[in-house]
Nanobody, 123 residues
């Protein structure tokens, strides 16, 4: 049974930082592209970042480029999202997701999802 468990969310002031983690089990982690998505209240879920199995390829939404960094530790079956210079518009539920194969920014392409962790950025 595949499980993705996010942690690290919370309340932070604007321009602050948070580091999200996603621990995976029940899958061959190193074979999967891992992604982070977020969903703000009354908005659709949107792509944030993704990382290929080898960590050599990373992808970001334009809205987070230069502020967020995605990384992974295949030995720990964990993917991270370091979020710096947070803005109120970064507020939302953050989800980690896994897919086989190449990168995608479409949530429909991801096979497995975590339950999410809430991030609130106050102004």
């Amino acid at each position: 049974q595949v499980q993705l468990v996010e942690s690290g969310g919370g309340l932070v002031q604007a321009w602050g930082s948070l580091r999200l983690s996603c621990a995976a089990s029940g899958l061959t982690f190193s074979s999967y592209t891992m992604g982070w998505f977020r969903q703000a209240p009354v908005k659709e879920r949107e792509f944030v970042a993704a990382i290929r199995w080898s960590s050599s390829n990373t992808y970001y939404a334009d809205s987070v480029k230069g502020r967020f960094t995605i990384s992974r530790d295949n030995a720990k079956n964990t993917v991270y999202l370091q979020m710096n210079s947070l803005k109120p518009e970064d507020t939302g539920d953050y989800y980690c997701a896994a897919k086989i194969g190449v990168y995608s920014d479409s949530d429909r392409r991801y096979n497995y999802w975590g339950q999410g962790t809430q991030v609130t950025v106050s102004s």
